[in-house]
Protein backbone atom coordinates (compact mmCIF):
# COMPACT_ATOMS: atom_id res chain seq x y z
CA UNK A 1 0.00 0.00 0.00
CA UNK A 2 0.70 3.58 -0.23
CA UNK A 3 2.62 5.34 2.74
CA UNK A 4 0.73 8.66 2.40
CA UNK A 5 -2.50 9.16 0.69
CA UNK A 6 -2.44 13.15 -0.20
CA UNK A 7 -2.15 15.58 -3.57
CA UNK A 8 1.63 16.46 -4.41
CA UNK A 9 1.07 20.02 -2.86
CA UNK A 10 -0.01 18.14 0.83
CA UNK A 11 3.20 15.79 0.44
CA UNK A 12 5.30 18.96 0.17
CA UNK A 13 4.14 20.83 3.16
CA UNK A 14 4.61 17.39 5.53
CA UNK A 15 7.94 17.37 4.26
CA UNK A 16 8.23 21.10 4.68
CA UNK A 17 7.19 20.32 8.05
CA UNK A 18 8.71 17.29 8.59
CA UNK A 19 11.80 19.26 7.94
CA UNK A 20 11.53 22.42 10.20
CA UNK A 21 11.38 20.30 12.79
CA UNK A 22 14.20 18.23 12.11
CA UNK A 23 16.29 21.84 11.40
CA UNK A 24 14.66 22.86 15.34
CA UNK A 25 15.55 19.80 16.75
CA UNK A 26 18.93 20.09 15.75
CA UNK A 27 18.96 23.70 16.77
CA UNK A 28 19.56 25.16 13.54
CA UNK A 29 16.38 26.57 13.07
CA UNK A 30 15.57 28.71 16.54
CA UNK A 31 11.92 28.77 17.33
CA UNK A 32 11.82 32.77 18.46
CA UNK A 33 13.93 35.86 17.46
CA UNK A 34 15.67 36.55 20.66
CA UNK A 35 14.04 39.75 22.14
CA UNK A 36 15.90 43.10 21.47
CA UNK A 37 15.43 46.85 22.67
CA UNK A 38 14.72 47.76 19.32
CA UNK A 39 11.58 45.56 18.33
CA UNK A 40 8.33 46.12 20.11
CA UNK A 41 7.15 44.18 22.75
CA UNK A 42 3.89 45.11 22.42
CA UNK A 43 1.29 45.51 18.74
CA UNK A 44 -1.50 47.53 18.93
CA UNK A 45 -4.41 47.64 16.68
CA UNK A 46 -6.74 50.32 16.42
CA UNK A 47 -9.84 49.82 14.18
CA UNK A 48 -12.07 52.76 13.09
CA UNK A 49 -14.30 54.84 10.98
CA UNK A 50 -15.21 57.15 13.63
CA UNK A 51 -14.65 60.71 13.23
CA UNK A 52 -12.33 60.86 16.81
CA UNK A 53 -10.61 58.63 18.52
CA UNK A 54 -6.96 59.45 17.87
CA UNK A 55 -6.51 62.21 20.71
CA UNK A 56 -7.72 59.89 23.37
CA UNK A 57 -5.64 56.82 22.02
CA UNK A 58 -2.36 58.61 21.71
CA UNK A 59 -2.73 60.72 24.47
CA UNK A 60 -2.86 57.41 26.56
CA UNK A 61 0.02 56.13 24.76
CA UNK A 62 1.88 59.25 25.32
CA UNK A 63 1.77 58.29 29.31
CA UNK A 64 3.04 54.69 28.94
CA UNK A 65 6.48 54.03 30.73
CA UNK A 66 7.46 51.85 27.89
CA UNK A 67 7.86 52.82 24.18
CA UNK A 68 8.26 48.97 23.26
CA UNK A 69 5.07 48.98 20.96
CA UNK A 70 3.85 49.43 17.14
CA UNK A 71 0.64 51.03 16.56
CA UNK A 72 -1.29 49.41 13.53
CA UNK A 73 -3.89 51.77 12.28
CA UNK A 74 -6.76 50.34 10.34
CA UNK A 75 -8.78 53.28 9.53
CA UNK A 76 -11.37 53.54 6.43
CA UNK A 77 -11.09 57.47 6.93
CA UNK A 78 -7.25 57.60 6.77
CA UNK A 79 -7.18 59.51 3.26
CA UNK A 80 -8.98 62.47 4.62
CA UNK A 81 -7.23 62.50 7.81
CA UNK A 82 -3.56 61.49 7.48
CA UNK A 83 -1.86 64.84 7.61
CA UNK A 84 -4.00 65.47 11.09
CA UNK A 85 -2.94 62.05 12.88
CA UNK A 86 0.42 62.27 12.21
CA UNK A 87 0.84 65.75 13.41
CA UNK A 88 -0.81 64.80 16.71
CA UNK A 89 1.03 61.50 16.79
CA UNK A 90 4.64 63.43 17.36
Same mark, same amino acid.
Given at each position: ????????? *?? !??? #???? +?? +?? !?????????????? *?? !????????? $?? %??????? +?? =?? !?? %? =? $?? $????????????????????? #???
Amino acid at each position: GELFKGSAG *EI !LCV #MGCL +LI +LL !LVLCGSFPLAAPVS *EE !LPLHSIVFV $TK %RPGGYDV +LL =QA !LA %R =Q $TS $TRYELICVDELAESRRADVEE #MAR
